[in-house]
Structure formats: C-alpha cells, structure tokens
C-alpha cells in the first residue's frame, strides 16, 4: 500500500514562511494532479492548492498571493511554499494525490496523514 509521507510543518510567527512536502513512500509508475488541503480545529477540510502534472496550479483565494505549489516530476513531490503566515492559516495540512502505482493499475486517490502548522501572532 502505497502512503503519501509529508514533511516540513512546524510553529513558525505571522509573517514568516514554512515549505512543506509530499511524496509515496515508495517507488510508484506516476502521479496525476497533487493537491494541499487543510483543517483547522472545528472547521471542515478545505482546498488549498492543486497542481496538474502538467504543472497547471489553482490555489484558494484566502491564500492567493501567499502560497505557491510546485511538483518535481522526477521526484513524484510536491511543494506548498507558505510566505506571509497567518495566525489563521494555522491548521493540519495534507498532501493529496492521484496515483498510479503501476503501468498496469487504476489510478487511486491517496492522502497523507496530515502536518501541523502553527501560526503564532
């Protein structure tokens, strides 16, 4: 079973900037569109970026001009950069990601287990 690992989450002061990854936990025959969510205490799991493989990106307007999402194809990762931190950005992130684990398998939706930030004011 494949897992999407995520890495680089954290407390970080308004203002300041945290980059998160994602990736299979193993080796993988490729990945469609890759996608950030996030869930704040109480509140429902939102969208917060996507990016096709073909590098198409589309990002949530409470985070528009804040955020970037990028891929390394070679690598199956995706990026969310986060610059310009809000207290209300504070939430679990997760990595999202269609995923064909083979040449010969469907294509399935993944998520990961989710990363904590932390934005303090």
């Known amino acids: 079973q494949v897992q999407l690992v995520e890495s680089g989450g954290g407390l970080v002061q308004a203002g300041g900037s945290l980059r998160l990854s994602c990736a299979p936990s193993?080796?993988?025959?490729?990945?469609?569109?890759m996608s950030w969510y996030r869930q704040a205490p109480g509140k429902q799991r939102e969208l917060v970026a996507t990016?096709?493989?073909?590098?198409?990106?589309t990002y949530a307007d409470s985070i528009k001009g804040r955020f970037t999402v990028s891929r390394d194809n070679a690598k199956n990762t995706v990026y969310l950069q986060m610059n310009s931190l809000k207290p209300e950005d504070t939430a679990v992130y997760y990595c999202?990601?269609?995923?064909?684990?083979?040449?010969?398998?469907?294509?399935?939706?993944?998520w990961g287990q989710g990363t904590q930030v932390t934005v303090s004011s």
């Open positions: 193993r080796s993988i025959f490729s990945v469609n569109t």
């Open positions: 999202n990601a269609d995923i064909f684990e083979s040449s010969s398998a469907w294509l399935r939706n993944y």
């Open positions: 990016i096709t493989r073909r590098g198409t990106e």
